[in-house]
């Protein structure tokens, strides 16, 4: 026998288990779990303690080391345009979270943003120092350093699921994937001569490289005039160029226009110091550089704190595409006269040359790393920029993938705060009670009530809650109606009013339903001119500013009644509307201006008396009308009552003048505010019936 046998079936026998043991190693690489997190920034780590707080099966993916990697580079010139109002006058958590743009929500009432910076516009910095302290603490599951490369969705007799596939070709396999991955890529506009454009991703953040620099901005938004604002002491001339006039945020209620923080370039353009904005359209405009021989033949004077390496660089000239001899090699050729406007124009409003051109366009979604199996499309609004989601913030055609944070901004887009921290945080929030409800059978959390109680709730909501005040016109309060009860329901996504039975779990009775939103007026006016705010009650409606409106249908809202809704309405048109006057102190607790035309619309809508009696009156009421009204029928008549503090109420049990909270068999919480104890027993109803 040859003595090569021995060592050849060995070879092979040693094969054999190198293949077993690389096909057990390949196929437990891949991770399997419920939900799949894809980025740890604000949005992904909200998700997570909710999840964690669910006790779900999640891991969080994050390609970097650490969390919140966004905001170790951007804002670039490092101060943050979030509100840190620390100091409000109230100890109420939840109204302090009106103020307070930063912090994620969280069970523990210590975990806030001001523990790191107590800046009413914080450092950059901070953030991701926040973020571990969030990850810490709550002792959320995050993987950093996983880069997931690509994303792809499996259909099987099982269901729908989701493959990431990392850096080092591991997969992870998840039932539900949640992205929150941010916008990271640079928005561009391809047009002649853009490879001469600096982007705001990579432009020195050093004011000494503008001295004495002509500098071109494109683009009129918070990244703009944060660069412009930067260099405003050091550059020569600086103008902003975009199609859109500059849209700021005080008049707009819109945070993402332009903030008064970054805004001190307006001020020297109307005071005429050199500086300027333009409008006009990017696709048409071409950049050209005249070359060093032209420079030195018409005279011009050489660059002033240009980079070493730009020495021999000429300055640039923005002009339009058609006035080029040809479109093909343009940065290089030779510029004549007649390539500029100024020839055609001589008072052009941007004929002079720049030094530099800066891109500062925004961020779009990294669309790239999904296959077509799990690609959302693009959104109809924000110019594509970002995915298209449903109303519930669910990939559009993309079934289990959900898009958190600022990518699922579409929704949204120039009208709420969904973009924002202080706005997704709620979003966050309502998309995981959706996955409650969808995947385990938890439906939405609710507080059932007495109808008696719906006043002194409703406005305890309008005055505290931090949710509808973030996110106006977009989260609501649902009020399911049935008769005597009524169940609460909180920051619902009112554009998902048609689907409300399938994601909340609960049924609309043939009572109906009120929908409880935050809305600014419609009215187009003057933010700091007379008249701009409305004080009498009677014209509530024409309210300019912030307040609540209370919507109410005798039956669900279609998905057509949703399409057909007025203009610059956040749902369908009512069976009836009540807006509670804009307030300048933001609370609506006045007897007259506000609780007592709330009572008035409820009962309207009830067909009840809402009327809080005290015991003498019910007394009376009782002895001279068959039916008393329905606050002495669930109050008074079950020996309860008007009861003004905690200690009369604790009181009155021990007396055994009431039942105790355990034999109490409303259901409803019964802390309630004091706001009708304010108000007073209101002298007459808006109701004439029989008893």
Not at 245 to 250: F, M, N, Q, Y
């Amino acid at each position: 026998m040859d003595s090569s046998l021995p060592y050849l079936l060995l070879s092979v026998l040693i094969g054999l288990v190198r293949c077993s043991f690389d096909d057990h190693h390949h196929h437990n690489s891949t991770r399997h779990y419920d939900y799949c997190v894809l980025g740890a920034g604000p949005a992904g780590l909200q998700m997570g303690h909710f999840l964690s707080k669910a006790q779900r099966d999640y891991i969080i993916l994050e390609r970097n080391s650490g969390p919140g990697s966004f905001f170790n580079i951007y804002p670039r010139h490092r101060r943050l345009i979030s509100i840190n109002k620390i100091y409000t006058g109230r100890q109420n958590r939840e109204f302090n979270l009106r103020h307070d743009w930063n912090s994620l929500l969280s069970d523990k009432p210590d975990l806030l943003f001001q523990r790191v910076s107590r800046e009413l516009y914080p450092a950059a910095d901070a953030y991701p120092r926040y973020l571990s302290m969030f990850v810490k603490e709550l002792g959320l599951r995050v993987w950093y350093g996983v880069d997931i490369g690509k994303v792809r969705a499996l259909q099987s007799a099982t269901g729908r699921s989701y493959i990431l596939t990392d850096q080092r070709g591991l997969d992870y396999t998840c039932r539900v994937l949640l992205v929150s991955t941010g916008l990271w890529d640079p928005q561009k506009v391809q047009f002649v001569g853009s490879d001469l454009v600096e982007g705001y991703e990579s432009i020195s953040v050093d004011p000494e490289d503008y001295k004495d620099q002509a500098i071109l901005i494109l683009g009129k938004g918070n990244s703009a005039f944060e660069t412009a604002q930067s260099i405003l002491g050091r550059a020569s001339r600086i103008h902003l160029y975009s199609p859109s006039p500059v849209r700021l945020a005080w008049q707009t209620h819109y945070v993402g226009d332009l903030r008064a923080v970054n805004n001190e370039l307006l001020d020297t353009y109307q005071l005429k110091s050199l500086d300027g904005l333009v409008e006009g359209g990017l696709e048409d405009i071409a950049v050209v550089q005249q070359k060093e021989d032209e420079r030195r033949r018409s005279g011009r004077k050489k660059n002033k704190g240009r980079p070493s390496g730009k020495e021999k660089a000429g300055p640039l000239y923005l002009t339009l595409a058609e006035l080029l001899d040809s479109k093909e090699g343009k940065n290089g050729s030779r510029v004549t006269a007649a390539n500029l406007p100024v020839y055609h124009n001589d008072n052009f409003s941007l004929r002079q040359p720049y030094d530099r051109v800066i891109r500062c366009l925004g961020f779009r979604f990294n669309f790239s790393i999904f296959d077509g199996s799990a690609r959302p499309p693009s959104s109809e609004g924000a110019r594509g920029r970002l995915p298209g989601v449903t109303a519930w913030y669910e990939g559009r055609g993309t079934p289990g993938l959900f898009v958190l944070g600022t990518a699922a901004h579409s929704r949204d887009y120039r009208s709420s705060a969904g973009g924002f921290i202080h706005g997704f945080r709620y979003t966050v929030r309502a998309v995981h009670r959706v996955l409650e409800r969808r995947y385990h059978g938890n439906p939405w959390p609710s507080t059932k009530l007495l109808t008696t109680q719906l006043e002194s709730w409703i406005l305890k909501r309008v005055n505290e809650a931090s949710g509808l005040y973030q996110m106006f016109g977009v989260l609501g309060d649902i009020v399911l109606l049935q008769g005597s009860h009524c169940e609460y329901l909180e920051e619902f996504p009112v554009q998902a009013l048609p689907q409300l039975s399938s994601l909340l779990g609960h049924d609309v009775s043939k009572h109906g339903l009120l929908v409880l939103v935050m809305q600014y007026g419609l009215n187009l006016t003057d933010s700091l001119g007379p008249g701009r705010a409305e004080s009498e009650w009677t014209r509530a409606w024409k309210s300019n500013f912030l307040h609540p409106v209370l919507y109410y249908y005798d039956t669900l809202p279609t998905e057509r009644d949703m399409r057909q809704r007025p203009s610059g309405w956040p749902l369908p048109r009512p069976k009836v509307v009540h807006h509670m006057i804009e307030d300048f102190l933001t609370e609506w607790d006045g007897p007259i201006s506000h609780s007592q035309p709330l009572r008035r619309f409820l009962e309207h809508c009830l067909q009840t008396d809402l009327r809080a009696f005290y015991a003498e009156s019910c007394f009376r009421l009782s002895l001279t009308h068959r039916k008393p009204p329905l606050f002495c029928r669930q109050g008074y008549l079950k020996k309860q009552g008007v009861v003004g503090n905690s200690q009369l109420w604790q009181h009155a049990r021990d007396a055994g003048l009431m039942p105790s909270e355990q034999d109490s068999d409303s259901g409803a919480d019964p802390s309630f505010p004091d706001y009708l104890t304010r108000a007073g027993a209101s002298v007459s109803s808006g109701l004439k019936l029989d008893f």
